[in-house]
């Protein structure tokens, strides 16, 4: 009886000692697994990331397309992109200096996005450049490069059953916009018409101190070798090879010496057309075209009295002045594009001087 009792307790102890192992091992699996997942999940995180359009406060170029950590735009942290609030940079914005705000794609259960208007979502789909509505559309480029369209699935055979419906077509992904191919966008950004005696100025309407401006509000650079430059009486040609980076300038005049008047910032291309720019630049008003080699009309502008291709025309400005786009590159085909620049500007802009 007292041997039963005796091997009942040993067998408890036993029972109760399988128990506890089982019981602690079940823990220490229950500990390994929050930690696994948990670091995992902080992996995770970390590899999530998330395109912006970054603010900038360079009005050449208002935003820089940035890969951030979602930690970055989260709608919780501060002193992150989420809190980089402003408008969408627009003409308007334009002189709230470095106040323009980021512009943030909304991700589930990390933002709520920022800036995520219609104005926001276009620069977004432009790959945060400005868009300037209407971006020019040549007429006649040679080879358009064939996009390949995503949605275009292999047409299926025809089969024989006699079913009347089409399989649906697969409907186009809004979001992500795919990333457009870099191009150039060269503008007529800034004309230098009426000389005055401090610049090379010699008392003719027409004269060798005239130059204009070109800025590449595009993200590719281009070679402008054969594009041609129109005024109301002749057409010039550029005969050598000048690549105007993305986001750089150029400027045509008669003679390089020209600029020996000016403060032009290296980096700046000089066309040089060795005659004036067509009959020369009327001060009462006159005409530009801009075209490709393929002739190709880029951009094309007109000023005081000549309403041909701009009506209203540019205002016209006194000696010594330009006419010059604001912000560079703006062009909406419209006089309204330019404003009275009192200080010329050739190779930057009226905010770069500033800095
Ligand atoms: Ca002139
Ligand atoms: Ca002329
Ligand atoms: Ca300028």
Redesign the pocket.
């Known amino acids: 009886m007292h041997q039963d009792k005796q091997y009942n307790n040993q067998k408890e102890d036993v029972i109760n000692f399988n128990q506890k192992v089982r019981l602690s091992i079940l823990i220490g699996l229950i500990f390994l697994t929050v930690i696994f997942l948990g670091g995992f999940a902080q992996a995770k995180e970390k590899n999530e990331k998330t395109q912006i359009c970054h603010a900038t406060g360079a009005i050449g170029k208002p935003y820089n397309k940035i890969e951030v950590d979602y930690s970055a735009v989260n709608d919780k942290s501060q002193g992150n992109h989420s809190s980089h609030t402003g408008a969408v940079f627009s003409r308007e914005t334009i002189h709230q200096f470095f106040d323009w705000g980021d512009i943030i794609p909304p991700v589930e259960n990390v933002t709520t996005g920022l800036n995520w208007d219609v104005a926001g979502q276009t620069i977004w789909r432009n790959n945060c450049l400005i868009v300037s509505p209407p971006l020019p559309t040549p007429t006649n480029t040679p080879t358009p490069t064939p996009t390949p369209d995503p949605t275009l699935e292999p047409t299926p055979l025809p089969t024989p059953s006699p079913e009347p419906t089409l399989p649906p077509t697969p409907k186009p992904t809004p979001t992500p916009s795919p990333t457009p191919e870099p191009q150039a966008r060269l503008v007529i950004n800034e004309v230098y018409y009426d000389v005055d005696s401090s610049h090379g100025g010699d008392g003719n309407v027409?004269n060798s101190g005239e130059w204009i401006e070109l800025y590449n509000a595009g993200d590719a650079a281009a070679d402008v070798q054969n594009w041609t430059i129109t005024?109301?009486?002749y057409t010039r040609t550029i005969t050598t090879s000048h690549s105007v980076n993305a986001f750089g300038y150029a400027l045509i005049a008669k003679d390089s010496n020209i600029f020996d008047y000016w403060s032009i910032p290296s980096g700046t291309e000089i066309i040089s057309l060795g005659t004036i720019i067509?009959?020369?630049?009327?001060n009462s008003g006159?005409l530009l075209i801009l075209k490709d080699q393929y002739g190709n009309t880029i951009d094309q502008i007109s000023w005081s009295v000549n309403t041909s291709i701009l009506n209203p025309a540019i205002t016209g400005v006194a000696e010594g002045h330009s006419i010059e786009r604001e912000p560079a590159g703006w062009d909406t085909n419209s006089s309204n594009d330019f404003i009275d620049r009192l200080t010329p500007t050739p190779g930057q802009l009226e905010f770069d001087l500033k800095v």
Do not use: Q
């Open positions: 027409a005024d109301n009486y067509g009959n020369g630049l009327s006159d």
